[in-house]
């Protein structure tokens, strides 16, 4: 398994415009290394800017965690994270991030 | 029927054989989460508006200075967006391609529910979560 540090970090291009724009860099950096630090079986994480289908939702930039499979049972690697964040950030830094754990590969769809 | 019933149905379609069940799985589990955090707006003096009522829910569970609202939000945005790749994002299988990450969604939303009605149960904290509502305007 990677270390912590050596795990890859991929943007595509409208994520990172968008963490540009919202001026979110470092609040960005620190998700990303929460994510790095406890999510467990990390294999890399792919940063995409997710479009909503009703027009009034701003679009959100979702951390996807890849992560080997946890094994059966419920993992609270999502819900913990969401703990975190809102002890972290204010709403209107937590309100355009969402992080996601997920088995499937980075090249996968997401 | 209140919102959570929709998690029953959501458990048996995240149980389910094909990726289609997987799917719609995600869908019900979204809503059951959303409806009952819109049903609590309501009772707690805030009535969803007919016109964007879904984000008036995300922003009213999202703007709020209770740790326990925001944190059940978090978990209602989490589960919109994998909704919305359940239901519009078709090409490939992707997070849907096993049972694993509906079924996952389904316990998450289970978990905010538990704690929705912690809150419920407790005057207290009821009262401050209604305090630290701030509706969008």
């Known amino acids: 398994m990677a270390t912590t540090a050596t795990i890859p970090v991929t943007l595509t291009p409208h994520a990172a415009a968008r963490i540009a724009d919202l001026n979110l860099q470092a609040e960005f950096e620190r998700m990303v290394e929460h994510t790095r630090q406890t999510a467990p079986g990390l294999r890399s994480i792919s940063v995409t800017l997710e479009f909503d289908p009703c027009p009034e939702v701003d679009p959100g930039i979702v951390l996807w965690a890849h992560r080997d499979h946890p094994g059966p049972g419920y993992d609270p690697t999502n819900w913990n994270w969401g703990a975190w964040e809102v002890a972290t950030f204010p709403p209107e830094v937590s309100v355009h991030f969402t992080m996601i754990s997920t088995v499937a590969d980075a090249n996968d769809g997401r | ?137």
């Not at chain 2, 979204?30 to 049903?39: K, V």
């Not at chain 2, 944190?71 to 849907?96: E, K, P």
Request: proline fraction near 4%.
């Open chain 2, 1 to 137: 029927m209140d919102g959570r019933a929709f998690l029953r149905v959501a458990g048996e379609l995240a149980g389910g054989p094909t990726e289609t069940h997987w799917r719609a799985a995600a869908g019900r589990a979204c809503y059951a989460l959303m409806l009952e955090c819109r049903d609590a707006l309501s009772r707690w003096g805030f009535p969803a508006r007919k016109q964007n009522g879904h984000s008036f829910v995300r922003l009213c569970f999202t703007y709020t200075n209770d740790a326990d609202v925001k944190h059940i939000g978090r978990a209602l945005d989490m589960a919109v967006r994998m909704r919305n790749l359940a239901d519009y994002q078709l090409a490939n299988s992707g997070l849907f391609a096993t049972d694993y990450e509906s079924l996952q969604l389904v316990a998450d939303c289970r978990t905010a529910i538990a704690l929705f009605d912690v809150i419920e149960a407790d005057a207290a904290r009821r009262a401050a979560a209604i305090a630290a509502i701030r509706p969008p305007p």
